[in-house]
């Protein structure tokens, strides 16, 4: 039997209605809202979600924000009720259970010790303290003090265990320092909770170190400049970016040094030599996340332009621009070419 056309077409109507409508829905403008200054994490944070409407938007914002807070109140060594701050307590003496999150920083910090060759080594923390007291005192530390500093440095002395999430530290007065990965790894967790809320686009600016998704409301790239090292306190901005679907981070000299008997000196530390690492002052490193981008850009400032360059360019999707501290001369990888605003 033949259907009659005229009767298909009336009804293949409802369809073409549902069609159209789920058409208009997705053409319907994007919003986008930012979160205004969020005090977290020792700095100042932003967060700018875009989804179909105002509501969306502002919940992912707020889960976003929740999170990094919880993350900062597991890995804030400076905080006595952190689960770090008890890492940093106890591990030397007996193994200590901790969140999975924690856990996974802890993965991912010995994988970057091991990439970098030990240039990136979170057990730093004991020669931050050093010269922090040198700083005070105003007396550069001794040879016996940074002899027995030695000691409790070195990713290989951290133990896990994945069975039941602890840690145990191997050699005793040894502190963890979360510093340099933190941001970066709570930047990827904002991102991720921010898509399952619905945002269709996001930004996620820790204090520079930053996380993106998607696309702007008006289905641009996300616009950033990375700050003239030379003069911080101003606003020139020396290179513009546009980035989707990638992170960033900025590791430099100008923000935070100690200066004992007239000399500065980096926050950032060679662990194998134990003094600090001022060859560079500015190192800028696009990853595909947030973690990889933080922690590299503190490794790669301590490894210094030759060596740090060679490994930035053996790793897939990870470019670099630094900025030599001598000289003021700026190096690019080949690749920034795509991140580079038109
Ligand atoms: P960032 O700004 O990400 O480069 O992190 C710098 C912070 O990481 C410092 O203030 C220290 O707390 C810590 N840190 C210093 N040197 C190292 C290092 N070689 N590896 C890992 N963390 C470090
Ligand atoms: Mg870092």
Not at 58 to 73: C, F, H, N, Q, S
Not at 215 to 237: F, R, S
Not at 259 to 268: L, V, W
Request: hydrophobic fraction near 45%; glycine fraction near 8%.
């Amino acid at each position: 039997m033949e259907e009659n056309p005229k009767k298909i077409f009336y009804m293949l109507i409802p369809v073409i209605v549902l069609c159209l409508l789920v058409y208009s829905k997705h053409k319907k403008p994007q919003i986008l809202v930012e979160s205004g200054n969020i005090i977290v994490m020792n700095t100042i944070a932003k967060i700018t979600a875009v989804a179909k409407d105002e509501k969306t938007a502002r919940a992912a914002i707020d889960a976003a924000t929740k999170e990094v807070k919880r993350l900062e109140g597991l890995m804030n060594r400076y905080d006595p009720n952190s689960q770090l701050s008890l890492v940093n307590r106890q591990a030397d003496k007996e193994p200590v259970k901790i969140d999975k999150d924690l856990f996974e920083v802890f993965q991912r910090a010995i994988y970057y010790s091991k990439l970098t060759d030990g240039a990136f080594d979170i057990t730093v923390a004991p020669l931050i303290d050093l010269f922090r007291a040198c700083a005070e005192a105003n007396t550069p530390p001794t040879a016996q003090q940074l002899a027995e500093v030695k000691e409790k440095i070195g990713c290989e002395k951290i133990l896990l265990d994945a069975n039941d999430f602890s840690i145990r530290l191997a050699a005793g007065g040894m502190k963890l320092d979360l510093g340099a990965i933190a941001k970066g790894y709570a930047a990827d967790k904002a991102v991720a909770i921010m898509k399952n809320h619905g945002a269709t686009g996001g930004l996620v600016n820790l204090g520079g170190q930053i996380g993106s998704f998607g696309t702007t409301e008006t289905k641009g790239k996300w616009m950033l400049g990375v700050q003239d090292p030379a003069n911080p306190q101003g606003d020139k901005i020396i290179t513009a970016f546009a980035l989707n679907d990638s992170a960033i981070a900025t590791s430099g000299n100008y923000h935070r040094f100690y200066t004992i008997a007239g000399k500065q000196y980096s926050h950032i530390f060679n662990p194998a030599t134990e003094t600090s690492a001022d060859a560079l002052s500015s190192v800028t490193i696009f990853a595909e996340t947030g973690t990889a981008a933080d922690a590299l850009a503190t490794a790669v400032s301590v490894m210094g332009a030759e060596k740090g360059l060679e490994l930035i360019k053996k790793l897939k999707n990870t470019e670099a621009i630094i900025i030599v501290a001598e000289t003021g001369q700026t190096i690019k990888t080949d690749g920034i070419q795509k991140f580079l605003a038109k």
